[in-house]
């Protein structure tokens, strides 16, 4: 089945640097990659997400890049404040035989000020 | 609109105890999924509904854990003769068609199993 692995699992950074988390997957039919935020006590929350047809999504400061020959993706913060401070979760979507999103083990990024 | 609701939101069981967790999805949503989420970990896919048909339960780590959606609208999930290693969140979540669409998450039902 699918497996995916999140790096790092915690990063620290000074307010107004930018954040990447990297991900990579192993089924090579996965072809949905979400972000959530996930703030303690909080329920996940989509931040970005981008389909397989797509190299690379922009959202403010929000950005998601994927090498489907690679089989990884990332999530580029930019001019991070300390409201990005959360969990990151990056997750797969098998689409053959199943719908279900396969998770990272999530990175704790801490924006200091 | 309204979101994905859970309730309750905490619940404390005794070891051996039967829980029922209730999950609201938002209305119209066809897909309905359970996650369960260990202190620390990403979520773990239990299992997935299309309306009342249950498609996927290759996640339920064991045959004490049940889950129904009768009408294809609201899911309950139960653990039966609950353990220790029961313990987490347990997360649902629902999507307006198959998994490719975003999934709403519900704020989760904390189980303490003592």
């Known amino acids: 089945g699918e497996n995916v692995e999140q790096h790092p699992s915690t990063l620290s950074v000074q307010e107004g640097d930018s954040a990447v988390i990297k991900c990579t997957y192993s089924?090579?039919?996965?072809?949905?990659f979400p972000w959530y935020k996930q703030e303690l006590g909080k329920r996940p929350q989509l931040i970005i997400d981008?389909?397989?047809?797509?190299g690379e999504k922009k959202d403010q400061r929000i950005a998601v890049t994927l090498n489907k020959t690679a089989k990884h993706f990332s999530l580029h913060i930019t001019e991070t404040q300390p409201e990005d401070s959360a969990v990151y979760f990056c997750?797969?979507?098998?689409?053959?035989?199943?719908?279900?999103?396969?998770f990272g083990k999530g990175t704790t990024l801490s924006v200091s000020s | 609109g309204a979101g994905v609701s859970q309730s309750p939101r905490y619940k404390v069981a005794k070891r051996g105890q039967d829980v029922a967790l209730r999950c609201d999805p938002i209305?119209?949503?066809?897909?309905l999924f359970w996650y369960q989420q260990a202190l620390g970990q990403g979520p773990e896919f239990l299992t997935y509904?299309?309306?009342?048909?249950?498609?996927?339960k290759s996640g339920l780590p064991s045959d004490r854990f049940f889950a129904e959606r009768p009408e294809g609208s609201v899911s309950t999930l139960k653990i039966q003769r609950t353990q220790q290693e029961d313990s987490a969140v347990y997360l649902c979540?629902?999507?307006?068609?198959?998994?490719?669409?975003?999934?709403?998450f519900g704020p989760g039902t904390r189980l303490t199993v003592t």
């Open positions: 209305s119209g949503h066809v897909s």
């Open positions: 981008i389909r397989s047809n797509v």
């Open positions: 089924d090579s039919a996965s072809n949905y």
């Open positions: 997750a797969a979507s098998m689409t053959l035989g199943g719908t279900a999103l396969i």
């Open positions: 509904f299309q309306n009342e048909a249950q498609l996927d």
């Open positions: 979540a629902s999507s307006l068609r198959t998994g490719m669409d975003e999934q709403y």
